[in-house]
């Protein structure tokens, strides 16, 4: 069986952990029979298995050496692109801004060493001018029209093919971070061109990156919702009221968890109104640390602006 793997650095005062602890609650509840598996730096090992969340039980966690002069950022991408020397077997891999909306059984028959999903679920090219100038501030070259995928989620076989696609990957990353370019998306795109193009495309619904607009096409039909933590305003809508301040899954995050798509698409796009009400949703929690209160709000705001999101909506799958 091809196992679920993530990724996870965080500390107490940023969200990654509640972010993980959805995904991973989402996926139990949707593939209870899966293996999991979480590759954690020292401290978050040390400091999850610290916590009696129900959430955790029979997961595998494996602590992982660090260098010690890397920060938060660049200890997960450290990680990430050594996967494949730190996990056994065949392996999905699945970033902690998600949510599993159905069984990940289909993957089991990707005929492929490695396999993604195009970037932005656009066309599989470097056609973002924000990544190919990350790609040129990194030193690689020739990009722009060079197969591009996103790393949110890879299916991954053990194979010779995949160890070496990584050995180069992580290679291309020290030279990315050494040029001041801390992320993993443009030293993914240079590894695979270096190791002759291995990746193969999956099908968006593996990994819907809903803070886009050609992701929405790809919603109804997703296994995984890919929001974006670092623009989408789910992390406030959720995280923060029903896993941060009561420290596990309560009841709301188990229906979100249980029915994701129930929330709409408009609620997971980053539109210039989803990232007010992203605003709107730190300034509340700022105000009251009370979960029932918190959510008053929030849905008060949200039915005002749900003319404008049902627009918003409309225009983009135009």
Known sequence: MVKAVYVLVSREEDLFYEMFLLSLHSLKV???????EVVLDPETYTRVLAKDEPVLRGVRFTEAAIPPD???LQKSRYLKTRLRSLVDGDYLYID???????????????QADLAAVSNENGLSVA????LVGQCRRAGFTDLAKAPFYNGGVLFVRDSDVSRRFYDCWHRRWRQSLENGVPYDQPALC???????CPIRELHGK?????????????????VI?????????????IILPHVKQTGGIDAEADRIARDPKG?????????????LKMLFSHFLFRLTKHPRTFVFFQNLFCRLGQPFSRLRDLSARS
Not at 101 to 107: E, G, Q, T, V
């Open 30 to 36: 949707h593939d209870p029979g899966r293996d999991m």
């Open 70 to 72: 890397l920060d938060g």
């Open 96 to 110: 902690t801004d998600t949510i599993v909306c159905a069984p990940l059984s289909d993957i089991e028959s990707t």
């Open 127 to 130: 056609n973002s001018k924000k």
């Open 190 to 196: 240079q590894a695979n061109l270096d190791t002759g």
């Open 206 to 222: 593996w990994n819907c990156q809903i803070g886009t607009s050609v992701g929405l096409h790809y919603f109804k039909e997703a």
């Open 225 to 237: 919702l890919h929001y974006y933590g670092s623009i989408s305003w789910v992390p406030g809508k």
């Open 263 to 275: 929330l709409g698409a408009g609620f997971y796009h980053p539109s210039h109104f989803g990232k």
